[in-house]
């Protein structure tokens, strides 16, 4: 093996190890049943983790789109990453059909990178962070289609519920408000009345968006959508920044390097 194709195998390592990670998030995401409610702190946990593993990807595939040639070599290196992707989530109908738009938006922004930098006369990482936006949008669409299959199959099995936990915290919340209001010979009566109060509530109210509980995590992933890919407009920078630096690095130990060319251009003028 030449040297120069050890060092496409070592930059098409690191996106199959990023697909990888990001297929862990995308399983972890398909369980998230209760981002339906509230955000609570593991959720916003796994919601950070998920940013990150965009960004991974992102200068992964920045620098695979920039360092790996030829393109089809590229395109082969976005295909196995698909196939790490899978491996690190699971492989059913949902996950392949999102695992080929992975492929697809990855094959998309190589050939769209390769033309950018075809076009310059000199290299620059804006022609690489052009594409790469609409590149992190269908990223996340994959991670938020993950959520949406898994809370829509959950709810067609079991039907829409609020786990017992986020249930006990509501009642809590409420008994403290309303009992200490109470007069204390009558605290424990009034405890246990607020309590069955709360869960009639709850069930009347489970019954009434009964005939709209399939639309709860489409209209839930669209609402995370928005909010997300406004935090990717605001962060896009930040994969861009660690690409220079990445660059950088791989100049210094000699995997890659600046040359000049010289070609000849043919232009039609007046005579």
């Known amino acids: 093996m030449s040297t120069r194709s050890v060092k496409i195998v070592l930059l098409t390592l690191p996106l199959i190890g990023a697909a990888y990670y990001f297929g862990v998030i995308c399983g972890q995401m398909s369980g998230a049943y209760e981002l339906l409610l509230a955000p609570s702190r593991d959720g916003m946990i796994l919601?950070?983790?998920?940013?990150?593993?965009?960004?991974?990807?992102?200068?992964?595939?920045?620098?695979?789109?920039?360092?790996?040639?030829?393109?089809?070599?590229?395109?082969?290196?976005?295909?196995?990453?698909?196939?790490?992707?899978?491996?690190?989530?699971?492989?059913?109908?949902?996950?392949?059909?999102?695992?080929?738009?992975?492929?697809?938006?990855?094959?998309?922004?190589?050939v769209s990178a390769a033309k950018e930098l075809g076009q310059r006369i000199k290299f620059s990482l804006s022609a690489v962070s052009e594409g790469q936006s609409i590149y992190l949008v269908a990223l996340?669409?994959?991670?938020?289609?993950?959520?949406?299959?898994?809370?829509?199959?959950?709810?067609?099995?079991?039907?829409?519920?609020?786990?017992?936990?986020?249930?006990?915290?509501?009642?809590?919340?409420?008994?403290?408000?309303?009992?200490?209001?109470?007069?204390?010979?009558?605290?424990?009566?009034?405890?246990?009345?607020?309590?069955?109060?709360?869960?009639?509530?709850?069930?009347?109210?489970?019954?009434?968006?009964?005939?709209?509980?399939?639309?709860?995590?489409?209209?839930?992933t669209l609402g995370l959508f928005m909010s997300l890919f406004t935090s990717i407009r605001l962060l896009s920078w930040v994969p861009m920044l660690i690409m220079g630096a990445v660059f950088e690095l791989l100049k210094a130990v000699g995997i890659a390097r600046v040359t000049v060319e010289s070609v000849e251009v043919e232009r039609l003028v007046l005579s």
Not at 82 to 91: F, K, N, T
């Open 140 to 220: 996340l669409v994959v991670v938020l289609g993950s959520f949406y299959t898994g809370c829509a199959e959950r709810i067609k099995r079991e039907g829409f519920s609020i786990p017992e936990e986020y249930v006990a915290t509501f009642v809590d919340q409420a008994v403290k408000r309303v009992v200490p209001t109470a007069p204390e010979a009558a605290r424990d009566a009034v405890q246990s009345e607020v309590r069955q109060q709360f869960r009639r509530m709850l069930d009347v109210m489970l019954q009434q968006l009964e005939p709209f509980e399939q639309f709860i995590p489409l209209f839930v």
């Open 47 to 110: 919601l950070l983790r998920m940013l990150l593993a965009l960004g991974i990807v992102a200068v992964a595939a920045g620098t695979a789109a920039v360092l790996v040639r030829p393109t089809w070599a590229t395109m082969l290196a976005f295909s196995l990453s698909g196939a790490a992707l899978l491996l690190g989530w699971e492989v059913t109908q949902h996950s392949m059909v999102l695992a080929v738009l992975y492929v697809v938006a990855g094959i998309a922004y190589v």
